[in-house]
């Protein structure tokens, strides 16, 4: 008989936490798609305050790490609050280090840290998330993290992080940005050779991309700026009828090299005149 009780105790006591637990999520999930709606209506700070009650009430509920993502999101994005963005994020990690939303914390903390100036910090971030994050987005941070070397300009690492990405993404959408890209440091170097060596072979791998038109005006620039002032006035004569809609800004880059070219012969007559 003592047996019987005890046993329908302990039964009713299950019983009443499963109930309990029911409650619990689904209040949560109510109180979590409330606070969504007022995010999506453009009642920030309604929506936060709705978040950071679903972590004081419940903070063992799977919706508890989206909620604390979304007020690091809301400080962010549309309270010019990146501190306390930063902050929020910074428990997400420490709280719900198994979340999913870690990631989405990563790349905001590393577009925090990289308007700030703080360039190494961005690329510790984007280097996590190049480990830990969605494999679809790994050509994207390995792109990220050669633009932020470009940021303290250490080129040659960009030109590494660059070659990194042609090699292990070379379908990827961003391996022709990052093949534009080491032109560009070879240029910003002053390596003139090396950039127009790259740019040729960007022109020759992707003739119709939208930065073609970009790399002809760094292979001009780069001609240029190496003396071979005839040649570079070649390339933007071609690049002139080319490309039409940028005609006023390739005119004036014409009209300044024809001026360098003409400035040697008008040395010449003034000396001879001084004779």
């Avoid at 929506?47 to 909620?67: F, N, R, T, V």
């Avoid at 032109?183 to 003139?192: H, K, Q, R």
Wanted: with cysteine; charged share 25%; proline share 4%.
């Amino acid at each position: 008989m003592l047996k019987r009780r005890i046993l329908s105790t302990l039964l009713t006591a299950a019983f009443a936490l499963t109930l309990l637990s029911g409650c619990t999520s689904n209040s949560a999930e109510s109180d979590y798609n409330e606070a969504d709606t007022l995010l999506g209506e453009g009642y920030y700070n309604a929506a936060l305050k709705a978040y950071q009650m679903i972590l004081h009430d419940y903070p063992e509920s799977p919706l508890a790490p989206p909620a604390l993502y979304r007020t690091g999101y809301i400080y962010f994005h549309y309270l010019d609050d990146p501190k306390t963005a930063m902050e929020k994020y910074s428990e997400l990690f420490y709280l719900y280090p198994e979340a999913k939303e870690l990631t989405l914390a990563a790349s905001d903390l590393a577009e925090i840290h990289s308007r700030a100036g703080e360039h190494l910090k961005a690329i510790a971030q984007y280097q996590w998330l190049l480990e830990e994050g969605s494999i679809d987005e790994r050509a994207l941070y390995q792109l990220n993290i050669a633009k932020e070397y470009i940021l303290i300009y250490d080129l040659r690492q960009a030109r590494i992080e660059f070659s990194e990405l042609i090699s292990a993404f070379p379908s990827s959408v961003y391996a022709k940005d990052a093949s534009f890209q080491i032109a560009t440091t070879y240029y910003l170097e002053g390596s003139y050779d090396e950039a127009l060596s790259n740019y040729n072979k960007f022109l020759k791998n992707y003739p119709s991309d939208a930065l073609a038109t970009d790399a002809m005006l760094g292979k001009a620039a780069s001609l240029e700026d190496s003396g071979r002032l005839e040649e570079a006035l070649a390339v933007l004569s071609e690049l002139q009828e080319l490309s039409p809609g940028e005609d006023e800004l390739i005119k004036v880059r014409i009209d300044g090299i024809k001026k360098r070219i003409d400035a040697p012969s008008r040395k010449k007559k003034r000396r001879r005149r001084k004779k």
